[in-house]
């Protein structure tokens, strides 16, 4: 049965990925500049809120609440179809959810439940592995002078090779 961990307060803001969130929303969120500057300070403190939504099993209403931005994407800057939505969370759900990602990764690559060829959101995997193992799998047939049929769709369980 998997149970989340509590954490040690030297490693919750070294969670590979977690600093780069903190960056990454620096400009969103005057508190991401603090956490970052002053993380060595906070880190009891953040440790010990982040241990108590892991042992209660909820996460606080105020790291749930996003401030919703507007995206420019491509064309006429006057049309609101060519913005996206983007929700920007506070930095600590940021750091929970990498804090239970990380856990629940570790969990299910060890029992061996993700899918060898899952490269999306995992830990030493890459587009590029995406592209070789594709390529592999149309190369084969060819060179062994098979003929070949992929059908492609934006919906992935209708994909087929």
Not at 16 to 25: A, K, R
Not at 92 to 103: A, D, Y
Not at 111 to 132: E, N
Request: with cysteine; net charge positive.
């Amino acid at each position: 049965m998997f149970h989340l961990k509590i954490k040690k307060t030297a490693l919750l803001l070294h969670i590979p990925g977690s600093v780069f969130l903190i960056q990454y929303t620096q400009h969103r969120f005057a508190p991401a500049r603090l956490v970052r500057d002053a993380e060595t300070e906070l880190a009891p403190s953040i440790t010990n809120l982040i241990n108590k939504s892991i042992t209660d099993a909820t996460v606080p209403a105020l790291w749930k609440v996003a401030r919703l931005s507007h995206l420019y994407k491509a064309g006429d800057k006057l049309l609101v179809e060519n913005y996206g939505p983007i929700s920007v969370l506070p930095v600590l759900s940021k750091v929970l959810e990498r804090v239970i990602h990380t856990q629940m990764s570790a969990y299910l690559d060890h029992l061996g439940w993700l899918y060898k060829h899952q490269y999306g959101f995992r830990c030493g995997r890459s587009t590029a592995q995406a592209v070789g193992h594709l390529a592999t799998l149309c190369l084969m047939p060819w060179m062994e002078e098979k003929s070949l049929v992929c059908y492609f769709s934006k919906y992935p369980r209708h994909s087929t090779l």
